[in-house]
């Protein structure tokens, strides 16, 4: 399945002095393409924790290239680069959305547990939500980068 990129458009407040966005606020718009991206293969994040799986971040990067401003518009495509039913690990490209140029690119990697914060084997306790996630992985002949 395609994904859609999602699209963001920076606020003022997310600028620093020098009227730039602050670093951290790239870690914030991976967050919400990453919950872009779930939902557009229909599972939304609420739906999953109602089944009681929690997701949490266990690692992420950002390798900055140039600069976003206030009022640009992002274009933050995600893909699936690993994904074994404990963990899953994704990729993310900004881009500005007018001219394609690249912002950022960063990953995040997280894993999947119970409400009593035990890690979980998805492909045992939630074969579905497991099924569903092995379709985001990239085919063998394709590029693993979003």
Do not use: W
């Amino acid at each position: 399945m395609q994904y859609q990129p999602y699209e963001r458009t920076t606020n003022y407040y997310e600028t620093d002095q020098m009227g730039i966005i602050h670093h951290s606020n790239y870690i914030r718009y991976m967050e919400e393409a990453r919950t872009d991206y779930l939902n557009q293969m229909g599972l939304p994040y609420k739906s999953i924790e109602e089944q009681g799986i929690l997701i949490p971040v266990l690692s992420v990067s950002c390798d900055y290239r140039s600069s976003v401003r206030y009022g640009d518009t992002v274009s933050i495509s995600v893909c699936t680069t690993r994904f074994n039913g404990i963990k899953l690990d994704l990729a993310y490209e900004i881009r500005d959305k007018k001219s394609n140029e690249l912002r950022a690119k960063g990953t995040t990697s997280h894993c999947f547990l119970d409400k009593s914060f035990h890690p979980i084997q998805l492909k045992k306790t939630h074969p579905s939500l497991y099924e569903d996630l092995m379709k985001s992985l990239p085919q063998p002949d394709s590029d693993p980068t979003p």
